[in-house]
C-alpha cells in the first residue's frame, strides 16, 4: 500500500532515463519502475469496468519482444479507455478503484512499463515521457471527476432538504399556570422559606395509614366525616382507599426518617362528598409537620400566623379551640378578611398516641401539625364563588389569572 501511495503522490515513476545510464546486467535495459515485473497479471491489469482492452494489446504484451509502436499503441488506448471508465464512474468508491487499477503498483499502467524493458534503450525516453503525460492526465481526469461527483451530491443535497422559512409556524398558545397549582406552589414557596421541605406519597392508600395511625381506630366517628372510596384489595390482600388527606405522607415519612423532621405534603385527596358550590369530593390539601426537643404551643401559633400573613397579607389570626383525633390540644384558625372572619385551617399539637404508633418517645419528642384546602385559600385570595370554576377548565374563567 505505501508504496503504492507514493505512486499516486506521482513521484513512483523513475526519473527517464534512469540514473547511472548503462545496462549493468548486460540487458537491453532497465528494470521496470518498481517490482513488479510485468507478469500476466500485472501486464493485463485488473479489467475495468467498462472497457476491456483489446486483445491485441494484451498478447502483445506478454511477448518476448515489443516495438515501441505497439507500446505506444497500447499506452494510447490505455488512455482511451481510462477517460471513457473516468467519465462513466458513478461514486467517489469507485473512482478510487480506477486509480488502483490504473495507476497502482500492479496496476495497468506498471504493466505497461513493465514491458517497456523489452525495448532497445534509445527507445525508452519517449516510452517513459509519454507515460508520465498519461500518468499526469489519468489524475488529473480522476480529480475532476471527483470534484464533479462531489459538487452534484451537494446540490442533491442542497435541493433535498430545502427548508422554507416563509412557512407559517404551528400556533401554539401562550398558557400559564392553573390558579389552583399557583397556589399550591405559593403555599410551598412559604414553607421552604421557613425550613420546610416538601414530602410527597400515593394518593391510593392503606387504612392503617389513612386511619389507624393517625389514631382513627375502627368505628371512631371521625371516620364517618371522612368517608371515602374504598378500592378492590391489593396484591397482599389489604384493604385500599383513595387517602382523604395528606397526613398518611407524614406517617410514612416519620417511619422512613427520624425526628427532627420538618416537612409539608402537598396533594390531592378524596372524600365521599356531594358536589356544591364549597364541596369537590377531589380536593387538594397541604399539610405541615414539624417535630422536635421542645416544640410548644406557641412554635404552632407563631408559625401558622406567620405564614398566613404571608399570604394574605398582614391581617388579623385567630386560633379557636376544636378537636382533631391525631392533635391535642388542637384549633381552628381564622383570618379577618375583608370585613368578616374566614375559617381557613385547622391544627394543634401531635398527639401523643400518634408518636407512640410510630415508636417516639412523646417525652423527648414534640411537635405541631397543620392542614389546609387549597382550593379554599384560592376562591379567598381571588374571590372566587364556586369550587367548581377551577375544575371546568373553561378559558373565560382562567384567562383571567
Ligand atoms: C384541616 C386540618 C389538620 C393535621 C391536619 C396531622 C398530621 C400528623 C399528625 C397530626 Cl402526621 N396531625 N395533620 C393536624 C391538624 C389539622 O388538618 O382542616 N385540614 C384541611
Not at 451530491?153 to 401562550?174: F, G, H, M, Q, S
Amino acid at each position: 500500500m505505501r508504496s503504492e501511495g507514493r505512486t499516486l503522490r506521482g513521484a513512483a515513476l523513475p526519473e527517464w532515463p534512469p540514473p547511472g545510464g548503462s545496462n549493468r546486467d548486460g540487458s537491453h535495459g532497465c528494470e521496470p519502475p518498481e517490482e513488479d515485473t510485468g507478469g500476466p497479471a500485472a501486464t493485463t491489469g485488473a479489467a475495468l469496468p467498462t472497457v476491456a482492452l483489446p486483445p491485441s494489446a494484451v498478447t502483445t504484451a506478454v511477448s518476448a519482444t515489443i516495438t515501441l509502436q505497439q507500446l505506444t499503441d497500447q499506452l494510447q488506448a490505455l488512455e482511451t479507455e481510462a477517460a471513457a471508465a473516468i467519465g462513466a464512474a458513478a461514486d467517489p468508491a469507485e473512482l478510487e478503484q480506477l486509480r488502483v487499477d490504473l495507476l497502482g503498483k500492479k496496476g495497468r499502467l506498471s504493466g505497461v512499463l513493465g514491458a517497456m524493458g523489452r525495448l532497445p534503450g534509445e527507445e525508452r525516453p519517449q516510452v517513459g515521457q509519454r507515460a508520465n503525460v498519461l500518468k499526469e492526465q489519468v489524475q488529473s481526469l480522476l480529480g475532476e471527476r471527483l470534484h464533479q461527483l462531489q459538487s452534484s451530491a451537494l446540490a442533491d443535497r442542497i435541493a433535498r432538504e430545502t427548508l422554507d422559512v416563509t412557512a407559517p409556524c404551528r400556533y401554539v398558545p401562550p398558557g400559564h399556570r392553573h390558579p389552583l397549582q399557583a397556589t399550591v406552589e405559593e403555599i410551598l414557596d412559604i414553607f421552604a422559606g421557613l425550613g420546610y421541605r416538601v414530602s410527597e406519597g400515593p394518593e391510593v392508600e392503606s387504612d392503617h395509614y389513612n386511619f389507624t395511625a393517625l389514631n382513627i381506630p375502627p368505628h371512631h366517628p371521625a371516620r364517618d366525616m371522612q368517608d371515602t372510596f374504598y378500592l378492590a384489595p391489593g396484591a397482599d390482600g389489604g384493604e385500599r382507599l383513595l387517602r382523604t388527606h395528606t397526613s398518611p405522607v407524614q406517617i410514612r415519612h416519620l417511619e422512613a426518617n427520624p425526628p427532627p423532621v420538618r416537612i409539608v405534603a402537598p396533594g390531592r385527596v378524596y372524600r365521599r362528598d356531594a358536589v356544591d358550590a364549597t364541596h369537590s369530593p377531589v380536593f387538594h390539601q397541604v399539610e405541615v409537620l414539624a417535630l422536635d426537643e421542645g416544640l410548644d404551643f406557641s412554635h404552632l401559633r407563631g408559625t401558622v400566623t406567620t405564614f398566613l400573613q404571608r399570604f394574605f397579607g398582614d391581617l388579623p389570626v385567630r386560633f379557636r379551640a376544636s378537636y382533631f383525633p391525631f392533635t391535642e390540644p388542637s384549633a381552628e384558625v381564622d383570618v379577618r378578611w375583608r370585613g368578616r372572619w374566614l375559617e381557613v385551617m385547622g391544627c394543634g399539637m401531635v398527639d401523643p398516641a400518634v408518636l407512640e404508633g410510630l415508636g417516639i418517645d412523646p417525652e423527648r419528642w414534640s411537635g405541631f401539625a397543620a392542614g389546609l384546602g387549597v382550593e379554599r385559600f384560592c376562591m379567598v385570595r381571588h374571590g372566587i364563588d364556586d369550587i367548581r370554576r377551577l375544575y371546568t377548565s373553561d378559558l373565560r374563567f382562567l384567562e383571567q389569572f
